[in-house]
């Protein structure tokens, strides 16, 4: 009973609690609401005032805008009465000009009519003197113009001569010295070793009953030497050497190194030679493209075919009249190198065309051909430069010179090829030469004696004073060395000097 009371009372206080709870928050919902009708009524005061000052703002910039295209309305019309009044002034300028210009026109053509009329009253009355002249001299003007023209030619002979000959020489003076001058620049800056090449090789024996092992049974050994390696081995009584003869330098190299080390190896058999001979052959082959590949990258070149290289390598094994063709090749192309830059030419390029201008040679001993033409072939085959090609026949003559670079690989395979010592020659080929050069010489006209000196490289012509004036020996210098360029094949350059000397000669008695 008592716990039913405690729930009655209990509950009643819990009711009196909750409507005090409502009352209260009834209360703070009417102060809300309150202060919300207060920030309502504040944002519309300050909603107005945002709008008044907007309206104002508006106002006063349409104001300035209006002011504003005022002034340009009024900059634009007066800029268009501007326009205006300078194209009436232009209009009238040009009236003004067009008339001075019908003006001139009349008077051009009033002079030109006047001066057609004084060229005509003036060949009338020059074809009256014609006619006057011809009739008083007995002889047409053609015929007195072609007998004029006879006698000023011959009064200009000499003069003509005269002025050519020193024009001549001025020339020839400039060009000397601008030729010494290159040429002392190119010899001053490459020095290049030479060494004669020789025709046979020595190989060295220890002991000379290894002849006898060389020789083999009945010969087998020495026979199958001389038929895989294509060279003459000389075994005679010089103590402790073989000699390797052959005029191919590639196949007697190959030859000296098998020989060698067959001796070292010492098992001397036709089987053995032909396995040391295919091992060194195959060395050779690699040794030739190694080779190629440093000079080509010793002198800067680059896009060279590989076949090429290979070619330059083997230069290495070939000689012209006992000069090293690579040994000359290289030679040629620093020189011309050096002298295609003092000439304002590409260096690079003449270096390739002085590397590439002797390339035929490689091929000579396998083809018989000329190698110029082998060369160009293989150049041309490859997509070489057209300056490589002429610089290939040109050296020999057998294209004109096109390009700076071309003249400089000349020049430079004429300057190894002629300095002394570089080259060796037999007795026959070079009094043949020397006897075509004197006989050349001496069967011109005028000529007294001919003879030649400076081992070929001069050839000093003494010719009849009465027949040949000093004009005329100029003519005839070059008339020789012309046939002398045509006719006769000769390393290097030669020098014609005509002589004239007029001698008086009495006898007191």
């Known amino acids: 009973m008592s716990a039913t009371v405690g729930f009655i009372i209990s509950k009643r206080i819990s009711s009196a609690n909750f409507d005090i709870y409502v009352q209260q928050a009834k209360a703070k919902a009417k102060a809300i609401e309150n202060e919300a009708e207060i920030l309502l009524e504040r944002s519309n005061i300050r909603a107005k005032e945002i709008e008044f000052e907007a309206k104002k703002s508006y106002d006063e910039a349409l104001e300035k805008a ?23 002034k232009e209009r ?17 053509l009033q002079r030109e009519r006047a001066l057609d009329k004084c060229m005509l009253d003036y060949e009338n009355r020059v074809d009256e003197i014609t006619r006057i002249v011809e009739s008083q001299a007995g002889m047409t003007r053609e015929e007195a113009k072609v007998i004029l023209m006879q006698k000023v030619e011959e009064v200009s002979r000499a003069d003509i001569a005269h002025l050519v000959r020193r024009m001549e020489e001025e020339a020839k003076n400039s060009a000397k010295r601008n030729a010494n001058y290159i040429l002392s620049q190119a010899t001053a800056r490459f020095a290049g070793d030479f060494a004669q090449e020789r025709l046979v090789n020595f190989v060295h024996l220890d002991d000379d009953e290894l002849k006898g092992r060389i020789i083999g049974k009945e010969g087998r ?14 075994i005679d009584e010089t103590p402790n050497t073989i000699t390797v003869s052959c005029f191919n330098l590639y196949r007697r190299a190959i030859a000296t190194k098998t020989l060698e080390l067959l001796i070292e190896d010492g ?21 030739i493209q190694e080779e190629g590949e440093n000079i080509i990258f ?11 290289i290979k070619m330059v390598g083997r230069l290495r094994y070939r000689a012209s009249y006992g000069q090293n063709a690579l040994a000359h090749t290289l030679e040629v192309a620093h020189l011309a ?74 020049a430079a395979d004429a300057l190894s090829a002629a300095r002394p010592g570089a080259r060796r020659e037999v007795l026959e080929s070079f009094v043949k030469r020397v006897s075509e050069i004197e006989d050349i010489a001496s069967g011109k006209t005028g000529v007294k004696q001919a003879y030649a000196i400076n081992a070929g490289r001069e050839v000093r012509i003494i010719v009849n004073a009465v027949l040949v004036n000093d004009d005329e020996s100029t003519v005839l210098a070059r008339e020789i060395a012309k046939e002398i360029e045509e006719k006769v094949q000769y390393p290097g350059e030669i020098k014609v000097s005509v002589i004239r000397e007029s001698r008086s000669v009495e006898y007191a008695k």
């Open 66 to 88: 209006k002011k504003e295209l005022q002034k340009r309305e009024e900059s634009l019309a007066k800029t268009e009465r501007d326009f205006k009044d300078f194209q009436k």
């Open 92 to 108: 009238e300028n040009l009236s003004d000009a067009r008339k001075r210009a019908e003006g001139k026109r009349i008077g051009l």
């Open 221 to 234: 050994n020495i026979k199958t030497l001389e038929m895989l390696l294509g060279v003459d081995i000389i």
């Open 267 to 287: 098992r001397i058999q036709p089987a053995r030679i032909e396995e040391i001979f295919e091992k060194v052959s195959a060395e050779f082959d690699d040794s």
């Open 298 to 308: 010793d002198l800067g070149l680059s896009n060279i075919h590989p076949e090429l």
């Open 337 to 410: 190198g050096i002298m295609a830059a003092e000439m304002g030419g590409d260096p690079l390029l003449a270096r390739r065309a002085g590397l590439l201008h002797d390339i035929g040679k490689a091929l000579t001993c396998d083809k018989q051909r000329s190698h110029v033409d082998l060369g160009a072939e293989i150049c041309t085959q490859y997509n070489e430069d057209p300056v490589v090609i002429n610089a290939i026949y040109a050296h020999h003559g057998l294209q004109d010179i096109c390009s700076v670079e071309c003249g400089a690989v000349c």
